[in-house]
């Protein structure tokens, strides 16, 4: 007990002047059996590294973790329904015990984080007390790292090739095109040719100068059962790489569940290589179209306003939606074109000279079509008779 009061009395006495926060700039140090609990924002300026026994951060309101040098704490434990802000890095030499509370990092700054040195470990992560944020790792190649979002907890297996002197993570329940945590963005629809569909739904930020593998999960808000034409066996592991600036494929190792609720271990994989991770498909099988439709056929359209062929429809072209339709006459002039073509074509033509007599429509006849399905790789040609 005379140790526990000794450490409260030395904080008491460091208490800036505005006494908003507990402002530590001397030689404060919690020994073996010590306690502290910290009801108030803490702000370390100075050395802060050998400490032993347990630091704590309690009560209801948001607290703030500040200063110029991080702090180096033996046991730490999170009580705060209303979060703990770390505004500079805290470091973990035993014990993290997540109570309530979430312990909140800032996402577009990557040098600040909740650091598990190398023995540091945790206890109590849950959907309601977990780092949203960044986590870190020192000196070590395992790790699960306690990371989510405000309401879930999404955590990521990290499994080195060998121990990594500094690993960081975090995740997000954001868009990966269109992020409003970071100021990065990666674009879902830039992806080499074998991914057919990235998630637009989350994505992890992980780095690490050593290869490893990760392994991460999807629940029922990741609807990875939305994405069209998604199997188990379809999901793959895609990581936005830095140099090629697209999405492309990390791979797979091991994956188990259903569509609702299931993992996936990644192939090894350089994490500094790549700016996010995320869940992808494998593109649709083209052989399989490719057999089901071996001509998308002739066509007849009789545009006369009567509900019946007033429009040309390519059954299954949704299975590419990144597809190419062209029209052209008799005389090989293009008529009509369309970029990611859904029924549009109505007998009147969109391009060249004959968009000027747009409103009186092309003239009855037989017209060749062109159908390019870039997802799967295909290209297919017709006839067309346009009937007045």
């Not at 990371?147 to 954001?174: H, K, M, N, W």
């Not at 808000?221 to 990390?250: D, F, H, M, Y």
């Amino acid at each position: 007990m005379k140790k526990i009061l000794f450490s409260i009395f030395y904080v008491a006495l460091t208490w800036c002047n505005a006494q908003t926060a507990m402002y530590n700039s001397g030689s404060l140090q919690i020994h073996s059996q010590g306690q502290i609990g910290f009801h108030t924002d803490f702000i370390n300026d100075t050395t802060f590294d050998q400490n032993e026994g347990l630091a704590g951060f309690y009560g209801n309101n948001l607290l703030q973790v500040q200063g110029s040098i991080a702090p180096t704490f033996w046991d730490l434990e999170f009580m705060v329904p209303n979060n703990v802000f770390l505004q500079n890095t805290v470091n973990v030499r035993n014990n993290t015990n997540f109570v309530d509370g979430n312990v909140l990092t800032p996402t577009n700054d990557q040098t600040i984080y909740l650091n598990f040195l190398q023995n540091g470990f945790f206890n109590g992560d849950s959907d309601a007390s977990k780092v949203t944020g960044f986590a870190a790792i020192n000196d070590r190649g395992f790790f699960s790292f306690p990371v989510g979002d405000q309401t879930q907890l999404r955590p990521l297996l990290l499994d080195s090739e060998g121990s990594t002197p500094l690993a960081i993570c975090a995740y997000f329940f954001e868009n990966p095109s269109s992020p409003s945590s970071i100021s990065e963005s990666f674009n879902v629809n830039e992806k080499v040719r074998d991914i057919g569909t990235v998630s637009d739904r989350e994505f992890w930020i992980v780095q690490s100068e050593i290869p490893a593998t990760v392994t991460i999960s999807w629940n029922s808000r990741s609807a990875i059962g939305a994405i069209p034409n998604a199997t188990l066996e379809s999901v793959i592991v895609v990581g936005w790489s830095k140099a090629a600036n697209q999405w492309v494929v990390i791979g797979n190792t091991a994956q188990s569940g259903d569509l609702t609720n299931g993992f996936i271990t990644s192939q090894a994989f350089i994490p500094n290589d790549f700016s996010a991770i995320t869940f992808g498909t494998i593109p649709l099988p083209t052989d399989t179209f490719a057999v089901n439709n071996p001509t998308l056929g002739n066509y007849f359209i009789s545009p006369n306003g009567d509900g019946t062929n007033d429009f040309l429809v390519f059954d299954n072209l949704s299975e590419s939606p990144n597809n190419s339709v062209l029209i052209f006459n008799r005389f090989g002039q293009k008529v009509f074109e369309q970029l990611d073509y859904v029924d549009e074509f109505n007998g009147a033509s969109n391009t060249g000279n004959f968009y000027l007599s747009q409103d009186i429509g092309l003239s009855e006849g037989i017209y060749y079509y062109l159908v390019t399905l870039n997802d799967l790789e295909l290209e297919y040609q017709g006839f067309i008779f346009l009937d007045r």
